[in-house]
Every structure is written in C-alpha cells, then in structure tokens.
C-alpha cells in the first residue's frame, strides 16, 4: 500500500501515475516528472492519495516546479510551435504527401547546442525527406529528426472523441495496441459496416477487445439460436442472446410468447446438476 498521484503534460491528455515520495501535490499543482531527457513540467489532476496496490515500481516526483521551470517549459512550449509551423512550411515547399501530428523538442544550452526537435508525422508510403531534414535543421538550428507513425500511433499522439463521445482509450489509458480482428465484430453481432466498427485511426475499434472473452464464455455453454430448451415457463426454442445480461430469448412452443430467461436455467448441464441434488 502506498501513495500515488496523476499528471498529466497536456490538458485532456494521457494520465501519467507517479508517487509523490514525501510531496503532496493538488490539483492543479505544476511537478516536476523524471524523463529521459530530464525532469519536465506536468499537471497534477489527481491530488495524491493512498491506494491498495503496491507504488514500488512507480516513478518518483523530482518535486514541485518552480519559476525557473515554467520558464524553460513555456520556452519548450514555444520552441515545439515553431518546430510544427516550419516543418508545415517546408513540407508544402517541397511538395511532399506528409501530414505533421506532433512535434517533441529538448532545449539544449543558451547556445543552442544540443537541442533536437523531433517531428511525427504520416504519409500513406514511405517517403524521401532528406532534403527536408536538411532545410529543417537550417531553419531551426537544432538537430532535426523525422519519424513515420502507424494510423493508430496518430490518434494516440493527436487525441480526439471517440464514437462513444469519450476520450480516445489510446491516447487516455491504453499503453499497447492488442491485435483486433472483424471476428470480434461477428462473434458480438455488431453490424460489419466500417463506419460503425471503425475508431478514429480507420482501423477497428480497441474496444473490440473488451467484451470479446465474455461473449466467448457465453457462447461456449448457452445453447445455439434454434435449439430446443426447457425453461421454468415451458418448453421453447431460442431465438436469440443476449450477453450483457447472460441471458437467452426463448419463444414457447404453448403459446407463442417470448420470454428472456437466464443462461443457467436452461443450460442441460445445470439442469441435470439441480434435478440431481434438488430434493
């Protein structure tokens, strides 16, 4: 058991979960979270308070910002809008099938050594921008790298709302992109219609993947769409599913009328199992 708290880098973006060590960060505080290219400012939007798992494998607050630290992180900030701008001119200049998503900079010292911008973007093939590189560095005096993103790797840097009228799952809480298949689809009896399944990427909804094993277990032990049952109302034959409620919609054969009865009371084995053991 131990403390941990949320940040974020971006308003509405992907939540970062650190501990706070002896901090007490609120909401709305500016800390200083440990990167690869060094401690940079985020925002708490999750006051720090004690939770049940275990915090050893978290990262650790360096501390709370202070002014010299909002002043290199809005000189970032600056430096990374000017970064997008140029590589959007000079894209255009060269006539290149590139759409820039994002652009990440690490200021270097006041000489403007060792800073290096790096720009995401997409194309729909590969594409030969060494002469972009080269008047990208000249513009911005920095080292300059450039680097392709998948359509799911996009949405997850550029954000958006998903058909659901939430926050992308990749760009909020999903750290891996698991494979989805139209099966999936099939298997929930979702219409196969592209616009209804796909996510904002073009590719098929992350969400697929959610509910996938449930309807696996359901289909594995609830009878088929057409068998014969017996259910405490009568017998009948099942004329559809539905799994949210683990429930099977039997039409009886005495009267016509349907009636939505639970997977376990007309699955055989449960059956055999409660005339056996029910006095």
């Not at 979702?190 to 399944?197: D, G």
């Not at 683990?246 to 639970?262: E, F, I, Y």
Request: aromatic content about 6%; glycine content about 10%.
């Amino acid at each position: 058991m131990g403390m941990l708290c949320a940040v974020s880098f971006n308003r509405y973006g992907r939540l970062y979960y650190l501990d706070p060590g002896e901090l007490r960060p609120q909401v709305g505080d500016r800390v200083l979270v440990p990167t690869d290219d060094g401690p940079e400012v985020a925002e708490c939007v999750w006051a720090a308070q004690w939770v049940t798992e275990e915090t050893d494998g978290f990262p650790r607050l360096v501390g709370l910002a202070g002014d010299d630290d909002l002043r290199r992180d809005e000189a970032l900030r600056r430096r990374k809008a000017e970064a997008k701008v140029a590589a959007k001119r000079l894209i255009r200049a060269h006539g290149l099938p590139m759409k820039v998503v994002a652009v990440d900079h690490v200021l270097g010292s006041g000489d403007g050594g060792g800073e290096r911008s790096t720009v995401y973007f997409t194309a729909p093939h590969r594409v030969d921008f060494r002469s972009l590189v080269r008047d990208l560095g000249a513009t911005l005096h920095c080292r300059v790298e450039l680097r392709q993103l998948s359509a799911r790797d996009s949405a997850r840097v550029q954000g958006g709302i998903g058909s659901c009228g939430r926050d992308l799952c990749c760009a909020t809480f999903l750290t891996d992109f698991e494979p989805v298949t139209i099966r999936m689809a099939k298997d929930q009896d979702l219409p196969l219609n592209p616009l209804r399944i796909s996510g904002a990427c073009g590719r098929l909804m992350c969400c697929l993947k959610y509910e996938h094993p449930l309807y696996q277990r359901f289909q594995a032990t609830a009878p088929a769409v057409g068998s014969r049952v017996s259910t405490p109302e009568g017998d009948g034959r099942v004329v559809g599913h539905s799994v949210p409620r683990d429930a099977v919609t039997v039409r009886l054969d005495a009267d016509g009328s349907r009636c939505s009865c639970s997977r376990a009371s007309v699955c055989a084995p449960r059956q055999a199992h409660d005339q056996h053991y029910t006095p």
